[in-house]
């Protein structure tokens, strides 16, 4: 398995950017699928997840309402809709899936198995 984030830039503050993750294998549609995000000197945290299904999303606090996870399962694509950015979301983003996790799983990044390489998003005030 193999995923592929791109999207990454330089945005003002209150801008948008949209992230793509293609993803790799045959068995996409059973995935669940999350983006997490690390910025300089912190640790990765969550940021987005969205069952195999499409029918389950989950954010952390602090994107919701400005965020959106999508997913395309006959492109086996996920995509990451940042909307009102600000600099404090200025981080690598990465892309992340693993085969069906319970709900209380999908915002441990040690439910992933599988990681992208990251994009970097860059937010100037």
């Known amino acids: 398995v193999q995923l592929q984030a791109c999207g990454g830039g330089l945005v003002q503050a209150g801008g948008s950017l949209r992230l793509s993750c293609a993803a790799s294998?045959?068995?996409?549609?059973?995935?669940?699928m999350a983006w997490f995000r690390q910025a300089p000197g912190k640790e990765r945290e969550f940021v987005a997840a969205?069952?195999?299904?499409?029918?389950?999303?989950r954010y952390t606090d602090s994107v919701k309402g400005r965020f959106t996870i999508s997913r395309d399962n006959a492109k086996n694509m996920v995509y990451l809709q940042m909307n009102s950015l600000t600099p404090d979301d200025t981080a690598v983003y990465y892309c992340?899936?693993?085969?069906?996790?319970?709900?209380?799983?999908?915002?441990?990044?040690?439910?992933?198995?599988?990681w992208g390489q990251g994009t970097l998003v860059t937010v100037s005030s």
């Open positions: 992340a899936s693993t085969p069906r996790v319970a709900l209380s799983g999908l915002a441990s990044a040690s439910s992933y198995y599988y």
């Open positions: 969205m069952r195999y299904s499409g029918g389950t999303t």
């Open positions: 294998g045959r068995t996409f549609h059973d995935w669940d």
